[in-house]
């Protein structure tokens, strides 16, 4: 573990924001940073995509410049980007930021990132010739036979992983089985394993307490404003993007909707309130994982101010030795 204290010596904990979408989480760190002169830390799976800004509800152009972000707009969609990826860009990230001496927040609702930070797991990619050979042989399988047909080959084989991963992250789904079949350790069993070793630094991870019929309004009226900002014009985009075609940012919440609105088979209304449904659905999994999940300390609702105060007095503690 990285100790903060030579460079935060007020802090032994960085602390991890983090919840559902719409929750006010990205307001929270903006004002911590704010209050304590920190740097954001996205971990937020969609938010690493360039020019993916309406949809991902990113911080505007003026939040931006005004608290530096790390790990938003690092990668053109259609490029692979795997937790791997996230957990070593992350580490460099708030490495970075403790040695100028600021306090990295980290902040974002995908549970793959937050949870591989909180508990340390070690999401290594085996390069090895038997990993390698049973790729190409799951591939194979998707080429033939589909995702679906696959992602069915995960859940009997590695129930576990088969749960924590989408069946529309088609390379997560082939790393799985090929990890299963190369090494004859599950996938799920081997990141168990890597928790041992711990994180690489002391994080303290929070959730904003709201009201499920409160996340549910205003991620209606988050929708409806994505859609007077641009969002047609952003997913039009992304659709004429080749090699975004079948990749994870293209089935996200938010364009993947579009489609039959491009096709002609909706109207941009019914395209909107598909995204609602599926942004509320994608909240509720949300909160279930981060429930399910542990190590998530829940910050009592009230103000803005009350939240950060909280913050602050839960990581505001004895310097690690």
């Known amino acids: 573990m990285i100790d903060p204290g ?7 904990y960085i602390p991890i924001v983090t919840g559902p979408t719409a929750s006010g989480k990205s307001a929270l760190a ?18 690493i995509y360039k020019g993916l800004d309406i949809g991902t509800a990113k911080d505007s152009p003026e939040e931006i410049a005004e608290i530096p972000h790390h790990l938003t707009d690092v990668i053109e969609p259609g490029d692979d980007f795997s937790v791997f990826d996230f957990v070593n860009r992350a580490k460099d990230a708030i490495t970075d930021v403790l040695r100028r001496g ?5 902040c974002g609702g995908t549970g793959q990132y937050v949870s591989a930070l909180l508990f340390g797991i070690d999401y290594g990619e085996e390069d090895d010739e ?3 050979k049973a790729e190409e042989y799951y591939y194979g399988v998707y080429e ?3 995702k679906d047909s696959l992602y069915d080959l995960l859940v009997e084989s590695d129930p576990e992983a088969a749960s924590n991963i989408h069946p529309n ?4 789904v082939v790393r799985a089985l090929a990890v299963r079949r190369a090494t004859g350790v599950s996938f799920s069993e081997k990141n168990k394993r890597s928790k041992q070793e711990g994180p690489a630094f002391s994080f303290k991870a929070f959730m904003p307490e709201i009201d499920r019929a409160v996340l549910y309004d205003r991620i209606n009226k988050r929708v409806d404003l994505m859609m007077e900002q641009g969002l047609e014009d952003e997913a039009r985009k992304l659709y004429r993007n080749e090699k975004a075609k079948g990749t994870t940012c293209f089935q996200a919440i938010g364009y993947k909707e579009f489609e039959k609105f491009f096709s002609g088979e909706e109207d941009l209304k019914e395209t909107a309130d598909r995204i609602k449904l599926g942004s509320r659905h994608y909240a509720k999994r949300q909160l279930t994982w981060f429930r399910h999940m542990g190590g998530v300390e829940t910050i009592p609702a009230g103000t803005v101010s009350f939240q ?13 030795n």
């Open 308 to 320: 950060i105060e909280y913050i602050i007095e839960r990581c505001k503690l004895s310097k690690i």
């Open 130 to 132: 038997e990993t390698r």
């Open 169 to 172: 992250n088609v390379r997560r």
């Open 30 to 47: 903006l004002e911590l940073c704010r209050k304590l002169g920190g740097e954001i830390v996205s971990a937020d799976s969609m938010q």
């Open 102 to 106: 600021k306090l990295p927040v980290i």
């Open 144 to 146: 033939k036979e589909g």
């Open 6 to 12: 030579p460079y935060l010596e007020k802090y032994s």
